[in-house]
């Protein structure tokens, strides 16, 4: 089967336009980042400390108090590293955002001088 014409399967033309960045969607995707990382910590620390904690019992032959898990261990936890993922995401997004802004408007410069081809 022979090779399509580059002309077909590779032009400029039918790259899709970027669409411009909005600034107010910055803090949707932080809050929406912070809350799925916050679960995510939450998650993992409970586990380990439900882990721990049955086998700090089990080493003391006591029955396990798993409110430590979730008071002790968990909370804080998710507490401190969901405002560090809050932190960081910002930062990405707004570099994220800048980024997106100038490339754009480079974008937009090179279409302007981009030489005309006839066909």
């Known amino acids: 089967m022979p090779a399509p014409e580059p002309a077909q399967w ?5 790259v899709p336009a970027t669409h411009t960045p909005r600034w107010y969607t910055i803090p949707v995707r932080v809050a929406l980042m912070t809350f799925i990382g916050t679960l995510l910590l ?5 586990l380990l400390g439900i882990i721990g904690t049955v086998a700090v019992a089990a ?4 029955h396990p108090d798993m409110r430590i898990a979730y008071r002790r261990i968990a909370v ?4 401190v590293g969901g405002a560090i993922v809050c932190v960081i995401s910002f930062i990405v997004e707004i570099r994220h955002y800048r980024q997106s802004k100038a490339l754009l408007g480079i974008a937009r410069i090179s279409e302007e001088h981009q030489p005309r081809i006839a066909n």
């Open 76 to 79: 804080p936890v998710a507490v």
């Open 59 to 62: 080493l003391h032959n006591a």
């Open 42 to 46: 939450f998650a993992i620390s409970l």
């Open 10 to 14: 590779c032009s400029l033309d039918v």
